[in-house]
């Protein structure tokens, strides 16, 4: 799981935004899907099922630091967030199946990520079945040349076919 603060491009001396994102690191998708070396430090953009804060506490306020901010309202609002949202939500994903269940939904809510990482995700759980019929839709929905040379390997590299 890693978790981070984006803070606004827009901050300035006397006041600051900021929310949390939070994702799901999966170690397994390097070496596979993610052909560079796994991070010696998990970030959100290694990770799946990237998903900002405000989307979890469906507030889509940012929390704002000016010199004028009761600290003690902002923490209190950050903590309560943080204990009712956040924790909860990374807390569905003690298990791979999670989060493929997860993707899943989202996926079909329109919601899309790298296509492969659940083509991955199968192989990893053995469901082989699910991960050949996922590359093959994959492959042939594939524009560009370059993309199918890719998933050829990958599918090779997992064991399966295009």
Known sequence: MTANI?????????????????AIYME???????????????????????IRGTELTNNDNWYKLTPDSNIEELKQRITKD??????????QFQEVKNVIRVMELREKAGI????????????????M???????????NELKLESQKEFTAG?????????
Not at 6 to 22: A, D, I, L, P, R
Not at 28 to 50: D, I, M, N, R
Not at 129 to 139: D, I, L, N, S, W
């Open 6 to 22: 984006q803070s606004s491009k827009w901050n300035m001396q006397n006041g600051v935004e900021f929310c949390f994102n939070t």
């Open 28 to 50: 397994e998708l390097f070496g596979t899907v993610y052909l560079y070396p796994k991070p010696a430090f998990p970030t959100v953009v290694s990770s799946v099922l990237q």
């Open 82 to 91: 943080i204990s009712d949202f956040i924790f909860p939500h990374l807390r």
């Open 112 to 127: 899309y990520e790298n296509p492969h990482h659940l083509t991955a995700l199968y192989c990893l759980t053995g469901d």
């Open 129 to 139: 079945e699910q991960a050949q019929a996922r590359m093959t839709k994959v492959y």
């Open 154 to 162: 990958l599918a090779l590299w997992l064991g399966l076919e295009v």
